[in-house]
């Protein structure tokens, strides 16, 4: 059985490989950054007394940052917009820490990690993400990371690189993403360390959405001066013909 830093080492290579192919928004800086973040919430969460939720008066859990790391390097393989035929989603990462000689008790927690931490799971079913993340703390820190990375000034350069990369939506409709999925991110933060940070991000994102919209409003002010000269344009049109008429 591999050791916990040999694990990590060998994820590590695979998912720097795995990633490479994926397009800015998704690439191994995305995991690193993650992983980095998921570092600085499970430390604050270590040392505060203050449990994951808030709102519980129960003790903090005990947290595995062998865990942590994993989910964190691991949460975005197998993931739906990124996959090809013939991988199964609900068993890759499992699989492959399985491989890797990790044990088949860490293997299936860190792949409930990553099945759980996803945006439209815990819209389509919140419930489901609560009881998992009863059962794996690790969970809301590995989730709040990677939330954490969607919002703030790295979040808006990751929303317009996928929605030029992977969708057909112009640069109006990545700011309306942000508006539908991005802001929201904020109220959905499980650990306190994660919500402190999400309210730091979420502002920077309110400062660019308000210099955006002062920005994109001269679009107003070239429409009616296009429409203005094709209105003179073909005024201009019409009387040449009624000349050519009365001849």
Known sequence: MATNDDLIKSVTEYVETYMNKFDGSHDFNHIKRVVGLAHRISTSSITS????????????????????TLGALLHDVGDRKYLTEGQDPSTQVRDLLLSF??????AQKVQAICLGVSFSSEIKDPSHVM???????????????DRLDAIGAVGIGRVFTYGGARTERDMHGSVEMMDWKLFRLEGMMKTEKGREMARERTEKMRMFREWWGEEMGIEEVGMKVLEQAKA??????TEVTDGETAE
Do not use: F, K
């Open 49 to 68: 007394s203050t449990p994951i939720d808030s709102t519980s008066t129960q003790v903090p859990p005990t947290l595995d940052p062998t865990v942590i």
């Open 101 to 106: 000689g990790a044990s088949p008790s860490l």
């Open 131 to 145: 009881n998992l993340i009863a059962q794996y703390p690790e969970l809301a820190v590995v989730q709040d990371a």
């Open 232 to 237: 003179v344009d073909e005024g201009s049109s």
